[in-house]
């Protein structure tokens, strides 16, 4: 596999792209409230009348339509920064107070303040160090603030070419990171030092298109076996039902009871984590509004959670056996649209 540094990404076609989205806007069709599931300004509404200030950092932000809409609507106190690698920024954006533009790639660029709320709307897509980028800007976040990126990770791949969408959505959780897999977004409160066992060995420009239908960049990393993250400690056993009600899911005295309204899908897969000692079978069930709960094999009523899923969607309940880790997670239901 030929694995391109940044300065080779970023001459790459790929990411030149003409075609791709440059152009959304704060709210509407084609908007940053669409695609991210929030309006950007409610986040920081309630700042600015606390605080009578708030910041909000864009990473990747094209042509800073967004940011400029923003500084439009909002009263004075808002202070507004992005960052894209191409300077093809709105000529309506550009000279507007209280907004600055930076023309750099964000793998690269370091603030020299902290936000209340930092986005990257469709960028990381056509990024190398996906994770590296994350575990910086999520130490760029003010107390209380709110990150919130769109994140492929089906473009996350382990240096000998295994899918690493689940180990790593596993990590970013026990991180305190969370992933809508629903709308492809991880979402953080507050910064966060972001260790994970992995370390960055290269682009590929070459993955084809990825959900968005735009091509894309594939990130590979090797997994580390030493670091500075805490020994894993096994954690508490949980108790899963699923019944005519929902799922009910208890978890060292708290009880989690999702009606079946509010459930998007339910999956098993099995996730292998050499570095972390980790190889177990898992069932993850998406909510419709983002979260999501997951159960081990070793968990009470896994077995009959995962049998009676499947019976609901009139599918034969998988051979568990047979999972083979890093590959796609196998369905079980999920919810009619
Ligand atoms: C699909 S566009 C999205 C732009 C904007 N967020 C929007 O939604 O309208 C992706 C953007 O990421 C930018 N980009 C790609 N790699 C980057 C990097 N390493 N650093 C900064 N920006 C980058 C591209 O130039 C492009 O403007």
């Given at each position: 596999m030929r694995l391109l540094d940044d300065e080779a990404l970023q001459r790459s076609s790929v990411v030149a792209n003409?075609?791709?989205?440059?152009?959304?806007?704060?709210?509407?069709?084609?908007s940053y409230a669409r695609d991210l599931g929030f309006h950007p300004l409610d986040r920081l509404r309630s700042r600015l009348a606390e605080h009578g200030a708030a910041a909000w950092l864009d990473l990747c932000c094209g042509q800073g339509r967004a940011l400029a809409q923003a500084a439009r609507h909002t009263p004075d106190g808002l202070e507004l920064v992005g960052v894209d690698l191409v300077d093809h920024f709105d000529p309506q954006a550009t000279g507007v107070d209280g907004l600055t533009l930076v023309t750099a790639s964000v793998s690269q660029w370091q603030p020299d303040r902290t936000f209340d709320l930092i986005t990257c709307v469709h960028g990381l897509h056509y990024v190398g160090d996906k994770l590296g980028v994350l575990a910086r800007a999520l130490t760029w976040l003010s107390p209380g603030g709110v990150f919130a990126a769109h994140l492929d990770l089906a473009s996350i791949r382990l240096a000998d070419g295994t899918p690493a969408a689940q180990p790593v959505r596993r990590l970013l959780r026990e991180a305190g990171v969370a992933y809508d897999a629903r709308r492809r977004i991880v979402t953080r409160t507050g910064p966060t030092v972001l260790d994970l066992p992995l370390e960055y060995a290269g682009a590929d420009d070459r993955a084809g298109p990825n959900y968005t239908g735009q091509p894309a960049v594939d990130s590979y990393y090797r997994p580390l076996r030493t670091g500075t993250r805490p020994d894993p400690v096994p954690p508490p056993r949980r108790a899963v039902a699923v019944d005519d009600r929902g799922v009910r899911v208890e978890h060292e005295g708290t009880v989690f009871e999702v009606e079946w309204n509010d459930v998007h899908r339910a999956s098993v897969s099995r996730l292998v984590v050499e570095t972390a000692d980790i190889d177990h079978v898992e069932l993850t069930v998406d909510l419709v509004y983002g979260h999501y709960l997951t159960v081990l094999d070793s968990d009470v009523g896994f077995a009959a959670a995962v049998a009676e899923f499947a019976r609901r969607s009139g599918r034969p309940a998988p051979d568990l056996s047979r999972l083979r880790p890093g590959h796609d997670d196998i369905e079980l239901w999920q919810q009619d649209r």
């Open positions: 003409n075609a791709m989205n440059r152009e959304r806007g704060l709210d509407g069709v084609n």
